[in-house]
């Protein structure tokens, strides 16, 4: 008999252009090999009808919710204001809960799967009878996101966020208690769990990259004196990272290299990120087709996050693509690799000058950064291989 699962997810799984679009949509075709999926999500932005019928493909039923405008905020901001988190009220959706109640209303599911905490409310009833089985899959801890925020911010902000990761933190732990499995992009986020909420139903399902699609490409030259950032330049920490980046990097770079680049890679950049494009050496693209020709025309990939949780996307496909990569320490935490073998490691301003300037220089280290990098993500982060776990549900 096949299996019947439904999956929810906090945004729709393709485009594949953004880092929880690439596990949700790859976690999307794992499952739709395995059994018959449902997939209900909310859409923050127009689908395509290109996108529609590439879901269609994957799935049983699919139901995309439209969930835009200022009223989500509204709700997010009440949500908080009435002693929840404002992350619950973002995500609230009467019409996402009619559909749910009317699909499993005809069906019993094996299995149901949310794609953050954000959605997990629609694996209980009304949404869900109470006989199935309940993942969700955080990706990330978000609580200490928010946490994280509140140090990095200045009053009222900071006490904004300070509420938001404490109420999230409890929500996480509830849903330890109620749900057979919760997931995590990685072990350290597993252990960071753990550390709040002793439980042995949390477990670690890193993401991977598809390794063929970003395979090294011989032949192709990159600019002297480069380096690109990719990413959603929307996301508060992707916009800190380049931000800090331009201001505290870059002016020394620009000294030592009068022709060096600095590509801002990525759709939806805030103010404060196209405001950089007034710097000398900079320039951001905002929305691209493909991510790869800026990789590889790029002499290495920078990811100077100040603020990460889980596995980076944009870090295993910049090391897919064979560039050489210059990282600070917090994404690193949830990685493997061996800084000075597979990548660089940079944390303060001189160490991102010293290490920018050394790969600048010396191309037979590009080249051996870049190949170990691609050896190491062919070798440790194949999406099926990541997913394993997955077939438990």
Request: hydrophobic share 45%.
């Amino acid at each position: 008999m096949t299996r019947q699962i439904l999956y929810v997810t906090h945004r729709v799984p393709f485009p594949p252009d953004r880092g929880d679009r690439i596990r949700t949509w790859n976690v999307l075709k794992f499952l739709a090999s395995r059994a018959s999926v449902d997939l209900a999500c909310l859409a923050d932005e127009p689908t395509s009808d290109d996108t529609l019928q590439e879901l269609r493909k994957v799935t049983n039923q699919l139901a995309v919710v439209p969930h835009s405008g200022r009223g989500r905020y509204v709700r997010g901001a009440f949500s908080m204001l009435s002693g929840r988190t404002m992350t619950e009220g973002l995500f609230e959706s009467p019409a996402l809960t009619s559909v749910l109640r009317t699909w499993s209303g005809k069906k019993t599911y094996d299995a149901v799967l949310a794609s953050s905490s954000g959605v997990a409310r629609y694996l209980f009833p009304p949404c869900v009878n109470d006989d199935a089985k309940r993942w969700v899959d955080l990706i990330d801890v978000d609580s200490q996101k928010w946490l994280d925020y509140a140090r990095a911010a200045s009053f009222p902000m900071s006490l904004v966020y300070r509420t938001e990761g404490r109420r999230l933190r409890t929500v996480e732990c509830r849903l330890a208690a109620t749900c057979e499995r919760l997931l995590v992009v990685s072990e350290a986020e597993r252990d960071l769990f753990r550390a709040f909420c002793p439980t042995d139903r949390i477990a670690a399902v890193s993401n991977g990259v598809d390794y063929a699609y970003f395979a090294p490409q011989p032949g192709t030259a990159s600019e002297a004196h480069s380096c690109a950032f990719v990413g959603v330049m929307n996301y508060k920490p992707n916009a800190d990272a380049v931000i800090w980046f331009a201001q505290n990097v870059w002016p020394q770079i620009r000294q030592r290299y009068p022709d060096a680049r600095f590509y801002v890679v990525g759709k939806s950049p805030s103010q404060d990120v196209r405001a950089l494009q007034a710097v000398g050496g900079i320039e951001v693209t905002g929305a691209v087709a493909d991510v790869r020709p800026w990789l590889m025309r790029a002499t290495c990939a920078v990811v100077p996050l100040q603020i990460a949780r889980g596995i980076q996307n944009k870090l295993l496909e910049a090391m897919a693509c064979g560039r050489p990569v210059i990282c600070s320490p917090e994404p690193l935490k949830a990685l493997a690799a061996e800084p000075g073998v597979h990548l660089l490691r940079a944390d303060t301003a001189a160490e991102w000058i010293t290490a920018l300037s050394a790969v600048f220089e010396n191309r037979q280290m590009q080249h051996d950064l870049g190949a170990a990098a691609a050896q190491w993500v062919q070798q440790h982060y194949s999406w099926n291989s990541a997913l394993a776990m997955l077939n438990e549900i």
